[in-house]
């Protein structure tokens, strides 16, 4: 709507021009009746007509003149206007930039946040997997366990056996005692295979020892300390 003052002001600018020039012409009369002794002479101009065209030139003058200022004043709102628009162009051109990368860096932290996840239940997975196998070893190794304690038992058993069988076998009479039998008290850190490798110079000869000292050891082979341990 601001076409509206210069579309007032030319429409005032063009009614006072026509009025101008109605004043300055003579006004259209009718035709006169022709008669052929008579010819009507021409009408003067009224006397106040130049104040009045002076008064008119003056009204179109002034109104030119608001013309123009209107003119000039609608080209400034256009300007203006135009530099309103070109502005808020750019900062839609800015800000739809501004959307596009903050969408862009959205879109790489899910995919980052999708692969974290994916490595994390793979992590899980494979902890679940090594909790699972730790528990089957742990179980095999109490398994082997038993079995190594089932098999010191017999084995123990048995020597007993044999040295039961061998003790029957010999004479009644005590034996005599070989002037090489020595003896050995129990200390910290020691074992049958480390005594056997002190007084035999071999550690495979532990069972002769374990054999002399069948009431003094225990069925799993451990010394206690301060005991008197016969060295056949």
């Not at 003579?26 to 052929?36: K, R």
């Not at 974290?116 to 090594?130: H, P």
């Amino acid at each position: 709507m601001k076409n509206t003052p210069l579309l007032s002001a030319a429409v005032l600018v063009l009614i006072l021009s026509l009025n101008a020039r109605a004043e300055v012409g003579l006004a259209p009369s009718p035709a006169p009746a022709v008669t052929p002794a008579l010819i009507a002479p021409a009408t003067e101009n009224p006397p106040d007509l130049a104040p009045r065209l002076s008064e008119a030139e003056s009204k179109l003058e002034i109104a030119l003149s608001s013309y123009g200022l209107l003119q000039k004043e609608f080209d400034a709102l256009t300007e203006s206007s135009n530099k309103v628009a070109e502005a808020s162009l750019s900062e839609k051109n800015t800000l739809t930039a501004q959307v596009a990368a903050a969408e862009s860096r959205i879109a790489a932290a899910q995919a980052e946040a999708t692969r974290a996840n994916e490595a994390l239940a793979t992590l899980q997975r494979a902890s679940a997997q090594y909790a699972s196998d730790l528990a089957t070893a742990r179980a095999l190794i109490r398994q082997l366990q038993g079995t190594n304690t089932i098999i010191v038992t017999e084995n123990y058993q048995l020597k007993t056996r044999l040295a039961g069988i061998a003790t029957s076998a010999v004479t009644p009479t005590p034996p005599a005692v070989s002037p090489s039998e020595k003896s050995h008290l129990v200390v910290a850190g020691d074992s049958l295979a480390r005594i056997s490798q002190r007084y035999y110079g071999t550690a495979n000869r532990w069972q002769d020892i374990y054999l002399a000292n069948p009431d003094k050891i225990g069925l799993d082979g451990v010394l206690r300390l301060g005991t008197q341990l016969r060295i056949p």
